[in-house]
């Protein structure tokens, strides 16, 4: 496997900044020639974990997001310090859509200690562009 | 309407104006009386044209604007009536007239936002995705849209952009009111492998919510397992339109998530 490069962003966790998030996401899809619809759902994708971290987030809260781009993958980790223990469901319409359009979603809840906000909540996804199998 | 209402004033009601109609159709085209005629109706018929200019307001265009795009849709009706065809003007005028506010919106979405240049790639694109889905069996690449346009991929990236990012909410808001019209008959009211999923008790008042395309394009995608490219195809519009589609009843029904 080729070595991935990797992009991050820190946005403040406010709905206005997912804009920049899910372009910045297609536009990496597009840099690595995925065909549209996996261009698109990626985009989505990312729109959507972002959310679901937006409404676990502490106020003022910083959303981090890692992409790790390779030929035939972008893997992206999203993460955001919540105050309370979250809980990530996954029997919601919302994680359905997720999986639906990622090949792969996890989920992570770590406590961060020494913080000042009590945990780490954090979803995971990748995805593989449809034109790669055809190739 | 005001108009019809006013049975003290000057102004004529939409039954003594019928026969005008038939009037104007039997002046031959160059005739002096009929720019007069067509005046005084147009005159007439005006606060129809401002109603329907009034419920397309509050969507980013200014209220005089759309009265004027109103009023040549009108002078437009008024042209185009055929009083022998049995349907009254009003039923003919309001179809031709909110058709030209929505004409105006879906032009000016563009030209206020892209610049010509991206417009005409993003058509150019929209031909090629259009070409080359059926024969590579799923959408399109960047690259392959470059290669088939002969276009430099960087400008192709930029159509793409551009799409994803064009503010088309005014005009997909107008388009809610064809899609019932368009999908009725392609998604009933309940559907029937939607039934089977886990989900349907959570999902199913939620879909209720949303206009029938938006909930076609939402379960075939999420519920039947089809590609963007393959329900652009199905319900008869583009990918990029799924998408945006897609896109924007998503964060709809996230918020009504929330919001609950």
Known sequence: MDRPSTVEMRVEAAPEYLIVLRNVAA??????????????????????????????????????????????????????????????AQDTFTWHVLTTLADSVTTNVTEAAGHSA???????LTKKPVSAATE | MSVTEDHTGSAPTFEELAPRFAELAGLAEDDPRRAQLRAELVTAYLPLARTLARRFANRGEALDDLVQVATVGLIGAIDRFDPDRGVDFVGFAVPTITGEIRRHFRDSAWSLRVPRRTKETY??????????????????????LASHLDLPVEQVREGLR???????????????????????????????????????????????TLPERERTVVVLRFFHGMSQSQIASRVGV???????????????????????
Request: aromatic share 4%.
């Open chain 1, 27 to 88: 536009d990496l899809a597009m840099g690595r020639d995925f065909d549209l619809d996996s261009i698109s759902d990626f985009r989505i994708a990312v729109d959507e974990a972002c959310a679901i971290l937006l409404r676990l987030a502490e106020p003022k809260a910083v959303l981090r997001c890692l992409f790790h781009v390779r030929t035939d993958e972008i893997r992206v980790h999203v993460e955001v310090p919540c105050s309370e223990r979250p809980v990530i």
């Open chain 1, 118 to 124: 009590g945990f780490l909540a954090s979803i995971e």
């Open chain 2, 123 to 144: 058509a150019a694109i929209q031909a090629a995705i259009a070409e080359l889905t059926p024969t590579l069996q799923r959408s399109p690449t960047p690259g392959e």
């Open chain 2, 162 to 208: 551009a799409a994803y990012a064009y503010r088309s909410g005014s005009l997909d808001k107008l388009l809610h009111e064809d899609a019932t019209q368009t999908l009725g008959s392609t998604m009933g009211e309940e559907d029937p492998e939607l039934e089977q999923v886990d989900l349907r008790q959570t999902v199913q008042p939620l879909l209720r």
């Open chain 2, 238 to 260: 583009s990918q990029m339109q799924i998408s945006r589609i897609l896109s924007r009843t998503l964060a709809r029904l996230r918020d009504q998530i929330t919001d609950g």
